[in-house]
């Protein structure tokens, strides 16, 4: 079965970065696009880049431009986001989700979703 | 503040009907075929339960519906059910750049 098993909850100093994992399992790695998605407290969820696990091109939204990189190491079917420049508004639940579509172009819904990770900032 | 506007709460008793709306723009929910529902209890990821406006993805009861008028979706829940509780959240396309937009959730509780 498809799964999405990130790493676990993160504790940064405002200014500092963080780096969040997703390890995927259950389908071909390379075949789908893989998202984050972050949702603050009480909040709905909010959309942050997509990576093509294929060929490691990225998206990023332009809130987080410049501040966010995603990564992948096909070896271990495993993608990861970095945060720099943390702030306490960065404080939320890091989602790794997976895009629907499988023929390398975009459903724009998500279909399988990581645990989530908590990142809280504070000093 | 979140780009789509969903109501806060929403409730209804075992066996009613609810519905959720998601009121966008003309830029996303009133121009593209792309509007998802999810569901999440207290705690957990989000679940798709519509996609593409009214689809279904497999394992989805079909009490759970679908629709779109203009810039404005709907969630519809029929039959509700205890195990219906969570908050709900709908997404749109909204260009190349920003992907998706998400609304703000509405929490459904049954009574």
């Known amino acids: 079965q498809v799964q999405l098993v990130q790493s676990g909850a993160e504790v940064r100093k405002p200014g500092a970065s963080v780096k969040v994992s997703c390890k995927a399992s259950?389908?071909?790695?390379?075949?789908?696009?893989l998202h984050w998605v972050r949702q603050a407290p009480g909040q709905g969820p909010e959309w942050m880049a997509w990576?093509?696990?294929?060929?490691?091109?990225?998206n990023y939204a332009q809130k987080f431009q410049g501040r966010v990189t995603m990564t992948r190491d096909t070896s271990i079917s495993t993608a990861y986001m970095e945060l720099s420049g943390l702030r306490s508004d960065d404080t939320a639940v890091y989602y790794c989700?997976?895009?629907?579509?499988?023929?390398?172009?975009?459903?724009?819904?998500?279909?399988?979703w990581g645990q989530g990770t908590l990142v809280t900032v504070s000093s | 503040q979140s780009a789509l506007t969903q109501p806060p709460s929403v409730s209804g008793s075992p066996g009613q009907s609810v519905t959720i709306s998601c009121t966008g723009t003309?830029?996303?929910?009133?121009?593209?075929?792309?509007v998802s529902w999810y569901q999440q209890p207290p705690g957990t990821a989000p679940k798709v339960m519509i996609y593409?406006?009214?689809n279904r993805p497999s394992g989805v009861p079909d009490r759970f519906s679908g629709s779109r008028s203009g810039n404005t979706a709907s969630l519809t829940i029929s039959g509700l059910q205890a195990e219906d509780e969570a908050d709900y959240y709908c997404?749109?396309?909204?260009?190349?750049?920003?992907?998706?937009?998400f609304g703000g959730g509405t929490k459904l509780s049954v009574l």
């Open positions: 989700a997976r895009d629907a579509d499988d023929y390398g172009d975009f459903s724009y819904y998500f279909d399988y």
């Open positions: 259950g389908y071909t790695f390379t075949a789908y696009y």
């Open positions: 990576i093509n696990p294929n060929s490691g091109g990225t």
């Open positions: 003309s830029s996303d929910v009133g121009s593209y075929n792309r």
């Open positions: 593409e406006v009214s």
């Open positions: 997404s749109s396309y909204a260009s190349s750049s920003t992907f998706v937009v």
